[in-house]
């Protein structure tokens, strides 16, 4: 374990710190639409991780992450308004979406379907939540005392209380130090995984799937494993995104969601797990200025997707590593030739 955290790096820790740092001191310089704000960018975030564990670890494209995390949100709204408290509630969030991705990933990954057709079927997954959803406006789609609503969404969803105890809810700066605390979770999480042995496993079967399966590893249940990972953490972020604004609509299953968790990936780099965070946090900030513009936001995203694609295709997260160790290395070089030249006139 010690010889895990020691490979950790030390843009991990100063990362970790940021997060604290941001977690303590914001809800107390900050006004509440600033708190709301942040707690949604951060929402996002740990949403993006979950697709960094899922495609930027095991090389899983799921085209419809979109669905743990409308599985995570619903789950969430339909058992707190049931228990009329958040504990089981929570776990429940992250429960249902891990069986789901486990039983889907069961089919596919066992299998043996090819990359192009697991995108294709999460994607169409999504998209008939989507539509399944959107249709259940009729008084008779209940579960329990939860009315689905439909188009409609479920308003007035209870938010987070201390556990065990409904009376005492949490504020929005609770809410929001909630979060960033998740995101710390999460983020070191998936640093701790890609540093452990089972992480180089995930990294050889992403690399080169009939080389690990000749070294005597099931690729299949490693990649099932990793799918259902990514699946939970998505449907936490669903659970966190239901209690930001109390409310819940299908548009969390829509082709738009799907396509911005790829977008944030792309634009801040799947290779890293900081890039991620940074491309959802600056993308969602960005998209929070257009909707008060006319602009069509999608329509930016998507340009801005075929830009990093065309130019950027790394990400920017490596692209700015990669530019900045070659300028460190530079000087060494030259001294190391000035060096080499010396020696050679001896």
């Not at 955290?5 to 991990?12: A, C, E, P, V, W």
């Not at 080169?208 to 259902?228: C, D, H, M, P, Q």
């Amino acid at each position: 374990m010690l010889d895990i955290f020691s490979r950790l790096g030390i843009g991990t820790w100063v990362t970790s710190a940021v997060i604290i740092v941001l977690a303590i001191v914001l809800p107390y310089v900050a006004d509440l639409f600033t708190i709301l704000q942040l707690t949604i960018f951060i929402v996002m975030a740990i949403l993006a991780l979950s697709l960094a564990i899922t495609w930027g670890l095991a090389g899983i494209l799921c085209f419809g992450q979109a669905a743990f995390f409308g599985l995570g949100a619903y789950t969430y709204a339909i058992a707190v308004i049931n228990f009329g408290e958040s504990t089981f509630a929570v776990l429940l969030s992250i429960f249902v979406p891990a069986v789901f991705a486990l039983v889907l990933g069961w089919f596919m990954f066992m299998g043996r379907l090819s990359e192009l057709y697991v995108g294709v079927i999460t994607l169409c997954v999504s998209l008939t939540l989507f539509n399944f959803i959107n249709s259940t406006s009729s008084p008779w789609y209940r579960i329990g005392k939860a009315p689905i609503n439909g188009f409609n969404g479920m308003s007035a969803v209870p938010t987070l209380n201390v556990p065990f105890d409904p009376d005492a809810i949490l504020s929005p700066s609770a809410i929001y130090v909630l979060a960033m605390m998740s995101l710390l979770a999460v983020y070191l999480l998936c640093k701790l995984l890609a540093a452990s042995p089972w992480g180089r496993v995930i990294s050889a079967t992403r690399q080169n799937e009939v080389r690990a399966e000749l070294l005597g590893y099931n690729t299949s249940r490693i990649k099932l494993a990793v799918f259902v990972l990514g699946s939970a953490v998505a449907g936490y972020a669903g659970c966190l995104f239901t209690n930001w604004n109390a409310f819940v609509s299908p548009n969390v299953f829509s082709l738009a969601m799907s396509a911005q968790i790829i977008i944030w990936m792309i634009v801040g780099g799947r290779e890293t797990f900081v890039g991620p965070i940074l491309g959802a946090v600056a993308l969602q900030y960005l998209s929070t200025i257009l909707g008060d513009s006319s602009v069509n936001a999608n329509l930016i995203l998507g340009a801005i997707m075929m830009l990093f694609v065309v130019f950027v295709p790394r990400g920017l997260v490596p692209t700015v590593g990669a530019i900045s160790a070659r300028l460190i290395s530079k000087p060494d070089d030259h001294s190391r030739s000035l060096s080499t030249k010396v020696e050679g006139s001896r």
